[in-house]
């Protein structure tokens, strides 16, 4: 089966920051079999073929990790760039412990959470189980509280299950018409609302363009795995299996 070559180098370990590993690749520093691959996303079947970085053999880590996270306010889901640290930024990254430089470098972060958003957060290196929880084809369901500035009004809700136009920035400034969503009132301003996409800030925006804004956001859900059963504290994070996140999907 066929990989692009920056999900294997990210598999393998080798880098802490994926800049890092992107920048080797544009180097020419990276060969597969003997030819110079400078392409991030080419393609190839490690199985039949060898991945070298400066002449020595990479390989993906073999131990597949799963993890769940309760990522609390101020922490990234990306690992830090050079910009970032100077900036004094902080990393959900630095919050997982126990494991050695080589698996925790492996792990990425599934559907990531801005760094003003608190809650529910999966970190493997499972390439493919990432890629289905994170992709709209899945539609697998994810519930966020809400706080607003605003009370939300019925007629608000019917819109937004709807689809509202939402703002995707750019120049020419590019809009999107979300997908029906499901929102569930708990007060004039709290609120349940189910998404199965994930635009970057969608919950955000979707309130902006009915005029209201949110003042904290938590995820408490990805399909059947609820962060309240987890017993997880903020900052604190649970080891699971695939078959515990599979069968929650």
């Known amino acids: 089966m066929k990989i692009r070559l920056h999900q294997f180098l990210s598999k393998s370990g080798l880098f802490s920051r994926r800049q890092d590993m992107l920048d080797a690749i544009l180097k020419g ?3 597969i079999d003997s030819e110079t691959v400078t392409k991030p996303h080419y393609g190839f079947n490690p199985k039949k073929r060898k991945v070298y970085y400066k002449g020595e053999e990479v390989k993906e880590t073999e131990e597949t990790i799963y993890l769940i996270l309760n990522k609390p306010l101020g922490y990234l889901s990306t690992k830090l760039t050079e910009k970032d640290i100077e900036l004094g930024k902080k990393s959900a990254f630095d919050l997982i412990t126990g494991f050695d430089e080589k698996a ?3 792990l990425f972060a599934v ?3 801005d760094e003003d958003t608190s809650g529910l957060l999966i970190f493997t290196n499972d390439g493919r189980l990432g890629y289905k929880i994170a992709s709209p084809k899945s539609s697998i369901k994810k519930t966020y509280h809400a706080v607003l500035e605003k009370e939300l009004s019925e007629k608000d809700i019917a819109k937004i299950e709807k ?3 939402i703002s995707l920035g750019g120049f020419p400034e590019k809009f999107y018409t979300t997908k029906p969503c499901k929102i569930e ?5 709290e609120a349940y609302i189910t998404l199965t996409e994930g ?3 969608e919950v955000r925006k979707i309130f902006v363009a009915m005029g209201n804004a949110v003042i904290s956001l938590r995820r408490i859900a990805i399909g059947k795995i609820l962060l309240k059963k987890l017993d997880i504290r903020d900052g604190e994070f649970r080891i699971v299996d695939r078959q515990f996140i599979k069968e929650r999907l």
Do not use: H
């Open 199 to 201: 635009k970057k800030r």
């Open 163 to 165: 689809g509202v136009k």
């Open 104 to 106: 925790k470098n492996s």
């Open 111 to 113: 559907g990531r959470l």
């Open 29 to 31: 520093e990276v060969k």
């Open 185 to 189: 009132k708990i007060s004039g301003k």
